[in-house]
C-alpha cells in the first residue's frame, strides 16, 4: 500500500510528499530530514514514519544512541496528541502550526511513480504569503460571547459545490466542536475548580498556538461593593491555574504576571480581547507586565454566564514572528464559555452544600422559619445594641447575704 501526506506549512505553502513503503521517513526543522517543516514550533527531528504490519505508523520524536527521544511538543492525530499511532486514510496530523494530511493511494497507481520520494524543496515551492495590512499594535478583535454563541452559518447547503474557503471553514468547525464534544464529555462529572480548568488550558493548547495559558477566578464580590470599582476588580482576581507549552517557559509560570489592563476591560465589558503586538498596543500602554515579558500577541476571554463574569481565561504568545488569528480566539470564547458554565455549576453545589451544613447547625438551636429566614437573608439579623465606652465598679458590701435574702 503506497500513501501520499498532503502537508501545509505556517506561511500556507503547501506540497505532496509520497510515501513508498520499506522506507523510513523523518520529519523536522533540520534541513537534513525528509520531510522538512519551515515551523518554529517543530523540533530539529520531531517525528517519523515508518511502515508496520499495520500500515504507515507514526512515532512522536527520533532515535538517537538507540534510544527514542521525544520531542517537546508532540504530534497531534485528528486533535488529539499520539506518542505513536497507525494512519488511516484522511487522518490529519498536525506538528507546531503546520498540518500535514494522510492520504492512502492505489496500489495501481503506486506502480506509476518513481520509487523515489516526491519531495518539492523549499526553493520550488510557492511563496503566497496573506499579509495583513492593519498596523500593529491596534486591538484587531473585540467580541462577545453572544457574537460566537449566536452566530449563524452563511454556508448554503443548495449548493453541493463548496468554494475552498468554505470547506477549510467547516473543517476549523469541526474541529473546534471535536474539541468542545469532549470537553462536555470530561467535565460533566467534575466538580473541582483547578482539574476543569487543567482541563480547559490543555484544550486550548491543543486548538490554538498559545505559549502560555492562566486562568484567574474572580473572588466573591459583596453586595455592598460599587460594582463598576477599579479597585474591586483589580483585587477580586486571583490565579487558579497556569500552564506553559514550552518546558523552557515553566519557570515563568511561577512568577507569572498577567496585564491588569487587559483583564480589566474583560471583566467589566463582558467581552474577550485579541490583540497584537500587545507591547506596542495604545490601549495597554503603561502595562509592564507585558512589555517586561516580552508579549508580542494575547487573547483574554471572559468566564461569563447570565448570573455574572467568574473570571477570565488569559492566553499569549512570546513569538515575534507568529500571532494569533480569528479563529483561535473563537475558540477559546467558545472554551471559556463551556467553562465558565461549569464553574457556576461547582459553584452552586458548593453553596447548596454549605446551605445544607449551616441548616444543620442553626437548627439545633434555633426554630425552622428563624433558620429559614437567615439562609434567605443572611445580613436581616444583627447583633442590637451598641459598642461604646463604659466604667464598671465592683464592691464588696458586708452582709450582702442577709441583705439580699
Known sequence: MNAELSITDPLGSSWKVELVPGQLYTIGRAKENDIVLNDRRVSRKHAFIVQTDDGFKLIDGHMEEGQLLRSVNHVFVNAMMQLDAVLHDTDVITIGESTLTFHETADVRALELSQETVYVPPAQRPKTVNFEDSPLGHTQVQMSVADIIGRRSHLSLENALASPDEIR??????????????????????????????????????????????????????????????????????????????????????????????????????????????????????????????????????????????????????????????????????????????????????ALAREEVARANYSRFMPEYVVQQILENPHSFRLGGANQTITVLFADIRGFTAISE
Request: glycine residues 4%.
Open 169 to 350: 471553514d467547516l473543517r476549523r468547525k469541526a474541529k473546534i466542536l471535536e474539541l468542545l464534544f469532549e470537553m462536555s464529555k470530561t467535565l460533566g462529572t467534575v466538580f473541582d475548580l483547578e482539574e476543569i480548568f487543567e482541563r480547559a488550558t490543555d484544550l486550548i493548547f491543543r486548538g490554538t498556538p498559545a505559549d502560555r495559558v492562566v486562568a484567574l477566578l474572580a473572588e466573591d464580590i459583596s453586595e455592598e461593593a460599587p460594582r463598576n470599582s477599579s479597585d474591586t476588580l483589580e483585587h477580586s482576581l486571583y490565579r487558579i491555574g497556569a500552564k506553559t507549552r514550552d518546558a523552557a517557559f515553566e519557570k515563568l509560570s511561577e512568577k507569572l504576571a498577567v496585564s491588569r489592563t487587559i483583564t480589566q476591560k474583560v471583566m467589566r465589558e463582558g467581552i474577550a480581547i485579541l490583540s497584537q503586538d500587545a507591547k506596542t498596543d495604545e490601549q495597554f500602554q503603561g502595562s509592564d507586565s507585558i512589555v517586561a515579558q516580552g508579549v508580542r500577541s494575547t487573547i483574554c476571554a471572559p468566564l461569563i454566564t447570565q448570573s455574572g463574569v467568574h473570571g477570565v481565561l488569559y492566553a499569549d504568545r512570546l513569538d515575534p514572528f507568529a500571532a494569533f488569528r480569528q479563529d483561535h480566539l473563537e475558540l477559546i470564547i467558545a472554551v471559556a464559555a463551556q467553562t465558565a458554565v461549569t464553574v457556576e455549576t461547582v459553584k452552586a453545589h458548593k
